[in-house]
């Protein structure tokens, strides 16, 4: 997992509380690392996950039905 930095504005967020991972829908390239993953002794951050701090992981929430990248250039035409 990537430590916890907010997709949008790049805050730091030491406390959990502050923040939230968001998982999109899955692109055909999400399936084949998820199949990776699935192999021992792997260990890295799903890429269709992100984190968000508390001012912008409800927005991402509302995307959460799109792939990542979509989500993304969508929140950040809003902010
Ligand atoms: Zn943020």
Redesign the pocket.
Known sequence: MKPPI?E??D?RMDEFDDCGLVYFKKRPSDLEWDKKAEQPGFVGHPPYAAW??K??YEEAKKFEHLTISEALQKIKEKT
Do not use: D, V, Y
């Open positions: 907010c949008i504005c805050k968000f701090c001012e912008h």
